[in-house]
C-alpha cells in the first residue's frame, strides 16, 4: 500500500511559478517511476512529467523548458518546480506513483488527491 500527498498548489499570475512537492509512503518498491498528472474540467487526465529512480525524465511538450520535476529517493519525495505559468497550465495536478511488480508483469499506480493550480491572465 502506498500513500501519496500533494501540496504547492494555489493561485498565482500568468508568468509566476510554483512548486509543488508529493511525498510518498508506504510500500514502495525501487523500481519505480514518479511523476505528475493534470486535469483540467471537461478533458482528460494528461502527463506532465515524470521521472525514474535514475533521475531520467519525461515532459509533456507543452511545459518543456519551463517546468523541472526531481525527486529525493531517499525521502520518497517528487517535486515539480513550475516556472513562466499560463493560464492553460490551470488544473488539478496529481502525484502518480507507479511500481513495476515484475514477478507478475504488472504495473501498479497510485495517486494523490490532488492539488489545485489556476494561473490567471
Known amino acids: 500500500q502506498v500513500q501519496l500527498v500533494e501540496s504547492g498548489g494555489g493561485l498565482v499570475q500568468a508568468g509566476g511559478s510554483l512548486r509543488l512537492s508529493c511525498a510518498a509512503s508506504?510500500?514502495?518498491?525501487?523500481?519505480?517511476?514518479m511523476g505528475w498528472y493534470r486535469q483540467a474540467p471537461g478533458k482528460q487526465r494528461e502527463l506532465v512529467a515524470e521521472i525514474s529512480r535514475d533521475g531520467s525524465a519525461n515532459y509533456a511538450d507543452s511545459v518543456k523548458g519551463r517546468f523541472t520535476i526531481s525527486r529525493d529517493n531517499a525521502k520518497n519525495t517528487v517535486n515539480l518546480q513550475m516556472n513562466s505559468l499560463k493560464p492553460e497550465d490551470t488544473g488539478v495536478y496529481y502525484c502518480?506513483?507507479?511500481?513495476?511488480?515484475?514477478?507478475?508483469?504488472?504495473?501498479?499506480?497510485?495517486w494523490g488527491q490532488g492539488t489545485q493550480v489556476t494561473v490567471s491572465s
Open positions: 508506504g510500500s514502495i518498491l525501487p523500481n519505480n517511476v
Open positions: 502518480n506513483v507507479r511500481i513495476r511488480i515484475t514477478i507478475v508483469s504488472r504495473d501498479v499506480d497510485y
